[in-house]
């Protein structure tokens, strides 16, 4: 704690004179250095929060927490199985799906995509896909927004589906190929879906994959909706227990692992690169202060002689230097909570001024700016600034303090 008179001679010595303005420009460089590093490392941490969340609320909206299949790609009683799942615990809903790799073409334009095949009644009781569909309804073929405008498709136009998977005859293998018209178009916000899905009605899967007829019915896969997503790896074991061998299991953490774990490592890689501006910052307060003392020696002298402690002459300077650091750190949280909650409104003003996307969905996975605040990694970054701070004023001060009153006013 510093005393009344301590308090004033620090605030004295952050008061620049005509002779001491370059130490005040010195000071005032470590202000706005640590300012910018705080606030640009609170919405860097928040945006990627963001980004995180939302593609796991993408990812898992689709396709479901646990997916269960097996290895010849055909389940058979499939109707049984997902019954028998739903009796377990945790699992909210289990239903059948087929899923295959396709090519989409209309009007000479062909591009891959994935197929899901969905029942009408468990469609309409897929709630992301209904908040998602933005032309149309969930009774026809289903595809993303990104694909009809890249492809100049509407409503009611028969988009052709060919399948490498065709029939063998005498020239050959001859792809499957069927066309249907479009009933929706959906926007979920990840470029990987808007611009690569097609949703079928499941009947129509069933049939285009050859998973029914000749007596045969099966599905692709049980996509398994589970009361906690976080938990989901854990209920997979247990699953995978009690169905045995002869089914292969995935959850949605695992089968999207490399996309959060580059997510995590630009996080960290961008923490560790922000941090150092606040470094650098550390470093201009040690400058200034160093100035400060040399500049105030007859100053220091004065005051041991008059009976200053060194306690004193350090807690001056070290109020002098965290000053700079705590108001510093105080405008960074204020400026970076005020991006970090305004990211996208700011991201559609500079949109609209430069007249182009900022960020391109095919590189960036989402066609937006998501951003979350977390109150324990904005004080994370607040305590490492003061400690900074605090840190750099401890070399200056302690040089202050051990002056020497004769040589300070040897030349007095």
Not at 23 to 48: D, E, H, N, P
Not at 347 to 366: C, I, P, T, V, W
Request: proline content about 3%; overall charge positive.
């Amino acid at each position: 704690m510093l005393s009344a008179f301590e308090r004033k001679i620090a605030f004295r010595y952050l008061r620049a004179r005509r002779q001491e303005s370059f130490i005040s420009i010195i000071a005032m460089f470590s202000l706005v250095g640590i300012a910018l590093g705080v606030a640009t490392l609170i919405v860097v941490l928040s945006v990627m929060n963001g980004v995180r969340d939302e593609l796991i609320k993408s990812i898992i909206g689709l396709e479901g927490h646990i997916t269960v299949s097996t290895r010849s790609g055909a389940l058979e009683d499939y109707d049984v199985l997902a019954e028998r799942l739903r009796q377990l615990p945790g699992v909210v809903s289990a239903v059948p799906k087929i899923e295959g790799q396709i090519m989409a073409s209309y009007r000479g334009m062909s591009t891959g995509a994935l197929v899901s095949g969905y029942r009408q009644q468990d469609l309409m009781q897929h709630t992301f896909i209904g908040e998602k569909l933005t032309q149309g309804d969930a009774s026809g073929v289903l595809i993303g927004s990104r694909m009809a405008e890249r492809m100049g498709l509407s409503i009611g136009d028969e988009l052709l589906l060919i399948s490498p998977e065709g029939r063998q005859t005498v020239v050959g293998m001859v792809p499957r190929v069927k066309s249907y018209p479009v009933g929706g178009i959906f926007t979920i916000g990840m470029f990987a879906y808007d611009n690569g899905l097609i949703i079928l009605p499941f009947d129509e899967a069933q049939l285009y994959f050859k998973l029914k007829g000749e007596g045969r019915d099966a599905a692709s896969q049980i996509e398994i909706i589970t009361n906690n997503p976080q938990a989901a790896p854990l209920l997979a074991r247990q699953i995978r227990s009690e169905l045995g061998d002869g089914f292969r299991l995935h959850d949605w953490k695992n089968s999207n692992s490399h996309i959060f774990q580059a997510v995590m490592v630009q996080r960290n890689v961008m923490f560790l690169i922000l941090m150092l501006i606040i470094l650098v910052a550390s470093f201009n307060i040690i400058s200034s202060l160093i100035m400060l003392v040399r500049e105030k020696g007859r100053d220091i002298a004065i005051l041991r002689t008059m009976g200053a402690p060194r306690r004193s002459v350090m807690k001056i300077f070290i109020a002098c230097g965290a000053s700079v650091g705590v108001m510093g750190t105080m405008i960074g949280v204020a400026l970076g909570l005020l991006i970090a909650f305004n990211t996208e409104t700011i991201q559609q003003s500079l949109e609209r001024m430069m007249g182009h996307k900022l960020l391109a969905d095919e590189l960036y996975f989402l066609s937006h700016l998501p951003s979350k605040v977390d109150g324990s990694e904005v004080m994370t970054v607040v305590v490492i600034a003061l400690l900074l701070s605090l840190v750099a004023t401890i070399y200056p001060a302690r040089r202050a303090a051990s002056l020497n009153p004769a040589e300070g006013l040897r030349y007095e």
